[in-house]
């Protein structure tokens, strides 16, 4: 079974769209998305109501900024004001374009999915097994990945949330994978990026895709959006330089 991951969509519908023709055209057979639907792109709206528009073929789990979509109000604002000013500006004007609808899908999603795939355990995370907002990035060394999947007994976690693509095989013989970023990518070329497994009989095979998109077209979009900051946004879809501003 073929199955394309993705993760941090982050309302990017450009980078989602060439994702999705990909997809397609590699045969995956399913979908699993590891969060970060919505907040703080070009067109979060677009995005949220394509995922809820997904049947069966998609498995979605809950992103931190869902989940501070989804619990919006001044706790979530004087943390993202204190820590991240222009996210601050940014989910206001989300909460503003997504309906209450909206804002129950990405409420309800589950934070973590323990599944079997062609008889492989497969742990789905946004950040990690210990928390949604904790980094696995590449070059960690191997005992601090070890330490934060501790307790876990899959054969393969899938995780996202730093929007930048690793992946680590533990002395235990676990594989973690982090498949980087759909909608806001951090790499040397801003390509949006996620993962497709191949699994069967107990085994996989994973491969990180680079896909080009109309980066140019969504940053513009994400600038005329007005709020204070979103043409930092943009240039971060142009040139990235870091995750959080």
Known sequence: MRIAVLSDLHGNA????AVMGDVVEQQCEH??????????GPQPKIVVDYVMSQDA?????????????????????DFLEAQYPVMANAIADDVMVLSEDHRAYLSQLPPMLSLDVEGCSVLLVHGSPRANNEDILPN??????????????EKLILCGHTHVPCGYQTNGGQTVVNVGSVGRPMTHEPKACYA????????FEVR???????????AQIVSQRGFVGADRLADILLKPVERHV
């Not at 979908?31 to 703080?40: E, M, W």
């Not at 990180?208 to 969504?218: I, K, P």
Request: hydrophobic share 45%.
């Open 14 to 17: 450009q980078a989602l769209e």
């Open 31 to 40: 979908v699993f998305c590891l969060g970060d639907i919505a907040l703080a």
């Open 57 to 77: 073929s998609w498995t979605v789990i809950q992103g931190n900024t869902d989940k501070m979509i989804a619990q919006y109000g001044p706790d979530v604002m």
């Open 140 to 153: 960690m060394p191997l005992e601090v990945v070890e330490e934060i999947i501790a307790g876990t007994q």
């Open 196 to 203: 497709i497994i191949d699994f069967s009989q107990g085994s």
């Open 208 to 218: 990180h895709r680079f896909v080009e998109y109309d980066n140019v077209l969504a």
